[in-house]
Structure formats: structure tokens, C-alpha cells
């Protein structure tokens, strides 16, 4: 039978050795609990356990357990673990009082329904893949990823969303914030002073490309996609785009804007960053590829596992071109060593062993079972509202009628408790002129609560709409 300090729990106990050693322990543990280091319901060592650690007498230990026990900061029960009870009054907070009904559905674009992750296939894959990794697997690896990983995406991502890329060329990220914060690190590095985002846009994604130090100007989108006309004016040296499905308004890049888009960057010396958030979810027509396969030497792919899989795996990728490919490796070795390998080595199982299609498959009638549902739901009960945006991916954008107010809407959610998010904070600029309109993020909520969820969003548009 084992010591029983051996499978104890560690605590660092910082001794003064003024004095009487049992005070020096229940001083030190009880400015730890003080100080919020030790937490309500932390484990203290066994008296055995740390009386080793510390290298004095066990008597010593107890007697100081059983002081900071008689004081009220610890349990002193026989045969039990001692643990933390006393809370120190800065932790004491009162629970916020929410406005309205706390939430009950989550209507916000971005996320995939959690409760659709395919735990069984995973947990599978994890299982045969750790069977099968050598020693080294746990060692520190490449960072621009597993080649393995690198190896399996390539396959995929050229079948599937048409990317010409080598394992080479690719690099694994932790998603798309961090992918862009290497790129715009790339492009500052290679000379860019400026950078153009669509109008409208992700807001978080702009707030990261001004916090890199890089001027961003505007481009506005219509029904085509972003207005390369408009683009042309501009003295930037790299644009950011959603081609397969724009976020938000959801439309597609028009086949001409996609051959004009190429030609300004050969034309310019410019580069292009393709976000394809959500490209796999398409429905209404066939699959429409990715940008970067029109100028690979041109255009960096970011793609990633959020939307496909759940943004709690953190793994993205990015293809490079040829030419920045040497600058982007170099700034990653610099700043870390890569992501997680073992996430990276199940998740290339996953997709060889085709685990990925078919998840991907079955969620694309789901998502599409939902935006039909969707637009049912409101074409019936609100139909002054207009549903667009929704050939691909997991949101919709709901034009309101008339000057109905997209914050009453807003207003009128919270009530009900429902989270949505308007199209307002997307654009660059407030502009009265911009439309009234709600994002709706139909991927997010469990199956079994979507229709009620909608049955709510369409209640609380007909409310505000009076």
C-alpha cells in the first residue's frame, strides 16, 4: 500500500521560520484563504501529506489544522479531507439582478447546436487514435501543425470546398481570431498600412485588425457581395472577405465580383483573406467553392472546426501562399509552438475515416429543416418581414416592415427571454439609412426547443411591429 502523501493533493505552504513552526503553517494557510488562493472547497493535504512536503513533524501540521479548524477557515473531520469553508467578504457579491426574464433561448449568430456534436464517432476516433500514437506523438511538434492533420485537410478541403492546397502550404490555428491576428502580424510585417472590410461585418474581427495597428476602410456589400468597384478606390493592401456566405447579410459573391475581386489583387500586389465560415452548409444550390482556388497565389483560405464541429475545439487552418509562407511560419515559431497536437491527430482520423462528411451531411438537412421552418413561421405569422440570406450557413437576416425599430425588437426579446443580435452593430458606420433588421442564428438552439424558439421570435417581431 502506498504512503498517504503519495496520492495527495500539492499546496504551497511559504514558511517565514520565525518562530514557532505550527504558527508559521497556520499563518501561511490562513493568508492563502485570505487572499482568495485557496478557494471554498479546496482540498488541504492529509497532515502526513504535507508534514513530508515540509519536512516537520505531523504533530505540527495538526495542531495547525486543528487551529485554523477551531477559527472557522477549514473542516477537521477524522478520516475525512480537510477543505476550505470560509469565504472572504470581497468574494461575497450579490447575484445581479437581470432585467427582464433570464434568457431562455439563444437566437445569436456564430455558434452550431452544441447538443448535435457527434460524442459517440469522437470518442471512437480518440479511443483508436491513442491506441495507436508512438512516444513521440507527445512530444513538442511543428508549429505550423501536424502533418498528419495538414495531410488529411488537404484532402478534404480539395473535395470539398475546392481549395488548391499542399500539407506544405498549411498551417493549424486555434480558429479564425487567431488566424487573423497572424495574418494581420504578416501583413504589417510585409509593408500594408491599410485594410478593407466589408460593410457590413463581424464587429470583433474589426476591433482586431484596428488593435494590430492596421487602418481599416470600409466596403460596402449588396446583393452580389462586396462591391469590388468600390474596393477599387481604395489604398489598401489587403481586403477581408465572407465570399461563400457574407456575415451578415448572408448573400453569395456574384461569379463576376469573384473574377474582378482576383484581378485587383494581381493587379495591385494586394492579398485576400477568405473567411469561409460556414461554406459546407449550402442549400438551395450547388456547392459554391472557395475563392482561393481562382488565385491561390493571391488568397489566404481560413477555414475552422466551430461551425462544422463545436468552436470548442479550436482548431482552424489557414493555406498560404507560396510567396508570405516563409514570413507567416517564421512569426508562429516566434510566437508560440503550435496548437494542441492530440486534438489535431483525432481530428484528422475523424475526417479520413469520412466521420466529418457524414456529420456534415446530416447537418446540412438539419440546419436547412430549420431555415425552412423559419421562414414558414414568420411568411405566416409576420409576413411584412422579410427573410433573406439563408441559401447557406446557420443565420438569416429579418428586414423589419416599415420603421419598425430593431431595438424594440430587441427590447421586446429580452422580455421573453431571447437573446438576438440586430444588424446595427455590424455596420462600420451608424447610417439612418441602413435597414432595420435582426440577425437570426438558427444553428444555436438544441433540436428539441427550436420550434418554440421560433414560435417566440415570431411572437415578439408581431409585438414589436404592433
Not at 491506441?131 to 480539395?158: C, H, K, V
Not at 468600390?230 to 459573391?253: C, F, N, R
Not at 483525432?346 to 479520413?352: G, K, S, T, Y
Not at 451608424?430 to 438558427?442: C, F, M, N, Q, W
Request: a positive charge; proline letters at 6%.
Amino acid at each position: 500500500m502506498a504512503d498517504e502523501w503519495s496520492s495527495s493533493v500539492d499546496l504551497c505552504v511559504e514558511l517565514s521560520h520565525r518562530g514557532s513552526l505550527g504558527r508559521d503553517v497556520e499563518r501561511a494557510i490562513r493568508q492563502a484563504i485570505c487572499d482568495g488562493r485557496l478557494v471554498v472547497n479546496a482540498r488541504l493535504p492529509s497532515t502526513r501529506a504535507l508534514a513530508h512536503d515540509l519536512g516537520v513533524a505531523r504533530g505540527t501540521i495538526a495542531g495547525a489544522y486543528a487551529q485554523l479548524a477551531a477559527e472557522g477557515y477549514i473542516t477537521l473531520r477524522p478520516g475525512a479531507v480537510s477543505e476550505v469553508i470560509w469565504v472572504p467578504p470581497a468574494a461575497e457579491t450579490p447575484a445581479a439582478a437581470e432585467p427582464g426574464r433570464a434568457a431562455r433561448w439563444d437566437l445569436r449568430p456564430g455558434s452550431p447546436d452544441s447538443s448535435s456534436f457527434p460524442r459517440q464517432a469522437w470518442v471512437r476516433t480518440t479511443r483508436s487514435v491513442f491506441q495507436r500514437l508512438p512516444p513521440d506523438a507527445f512530444g513538442y511538434g511543428s508549429s505550423q501543425g501536424t502533418i498528419e492533420l495538414r495531410r488529411a485537410l488537404t484532402s478534404y478541403l480539395g473535395r470539398a470546398r475546392g481549395v488548391l492546397a499542399s500539407p506544405e502550404g498549411l498551417m493549424i490555428c486555434s480558429g479564425f481570431t487567431q488566424a487573423l491576428r497572424l495574418i494581420c502580424e504578416v501583413l504589417r510585417l510585409s509593408g500594408a498600412r491599410a485594410v478593407a472590410m466589408e460593410d457590413p461585418c463581424a464587429p470583433r474581427y474589426r476591433e482586431l485588425v484596428a488593435s494590430s495597428g492596421l487602418r481599416i476602410a470600409g466596403v460596402p456589400c449588396d446583393g452580389e457581395g462586396v462591391q469590388v468597384a468600390a474596393l477599387k478606390s481604395l489604398d489598401v493592401q489587403a481586403v477581408i472577405v465572407t465570399p461563400a456566405h457574407q456575415y451578415p447579410l448572408g448573400v453569395t459573391l456574384s461569379p463576376a465580383r469573384r473574377n474582378a475581386l482576383t484581378e485587383w489583387a494581381r493587379q495591385r500586389d494586394a492579398l485576400i483573406i477568405e473567411d469561409d465560415y460556414d461554406g459546407e452548409f449550402r442549400f438551395d444550390r450547388r456547392p459554391v467553392g472557395s475563392l482561393q482556388q481562382m488565385a491561390a497565389d493571391r488568397v489566404l483560405y481560413v477555414g475552422t472546426a466551430s461551425k462544422t464541429l463545436a468552436p470548442a475545439l479550436r482548431l482552424g487552418w489557414i493555406a498560404l501562399p507560396a510567396a508570405i509562407r516563409p514570413l507567416a511560419v517564421g512569426i508562429r515559431e516566434w510566437l508560440d509552438r503550435g496548437n494542441a497536437a492530440l486534438e489535431q491527430l483525432v481530428l484528422a482520423d475523424f475526417i479520413n475515416s469520412g466521420a466529418l462528411d457524414r456529420h456534415v451531411r446530416r447537418m446540412r438537412v438539419e440546419y436547412r429543416g430549420r431555415r425552412d421552418y423559419l421562414a414558414r413561421v414568420l411568411a405566416r405569422d409576420v409576413p411584412q418581414a422579410a427573410v433573406t440570406g439563408i441559401a447557406a450557413g446557420m443565420h438569416a437576416l429579418v428586414t423589419l416592415p416599415g420603421e419598425t425599430q430593431a431595438r424594440a425588437v430587441l427590447a421586446a426579446a429580452r422580455r421573453r427571454g431571447l437573446l438576438l443580435h440586430t444588424i446595427e452593430e455590424y455596420w462600420h458606420e451608424p447610417d439612418p439609412a441602413h435597414p432595420h433588421a435582426i440577425v437570426v442564428g438558427y444553428g444555436r438552439p438544441p433540436a428539441n426547443a427550436f420550434r418554440s424558439c421560433i414560435s417566440e421570435l415570431a411572437a415578439v417581431i408581431a409585438e414589436a411591429c404592433g
